[in-house]
């Protein structure tokens, strides 16, 4: 349940991070106001999922699920550059966060010298 509580938040992560153009360096007021309750609505499900997981963990995957979303959605809708090094890059942040949360539960280096 915790790694979908980060999913979530990594979705509203998304979400504000995206909407930040649309502030226009939060100077209009309707979407200043939905990209900060986005930001709101990001760290809370963070907040109650490192309870139980690692922040380390937890935190590496919420930051580079929300950086691969926001980059994808930059490509997509802002006209963001895309190229094979910039695809690259995205892809080896997912397998690097889908590696944390599949490996997240192993033991740490300090209890497997002990």
């Known amino acids: 349940m915790a790694w ?3 999913l979530i938040s990594a979705c509203f ?3 504000w991070a995206s909407g930040l153009p649309a502030t226009n360096g ?3 007021l309707g979407p200043t106001i939905i990209v900060v ?3 709101m609505a990001s760290f809370l499900p963070l907040a109650k999922a490192v309870r139980t997981l ?3 963990s937890a935190y590496a995957v919420w ?3 929300g950086a691969t979303g926001t980059a994808s959605l930059g490509m997509l ?3 963001d550059p895309v190229s094979i090094s910039r695809l690259l ?3 080896l942040v997912i397998l690097g966060a889908a590696g944390l949360q599949a490996l997240g539960e192993t033991k740490s280096i300090k209890e497997s010298l002990a």
């Open 54 to 56: 690692p922040i380390g």
């Open 13 to 15: 992560e998304v979400a």
């Open 77 to 79: 809708w802002h006209g």
């Open 89 to 91: 890059g995205i892809s």
């Open 37 to 39: 309750a986005a930001m």
């Open 63 to 65: 930051t580079g699920l």
């Open 26 to 28: 939060f100077t209009r």
């Open 4 to 6: 979908i509580l980060v």
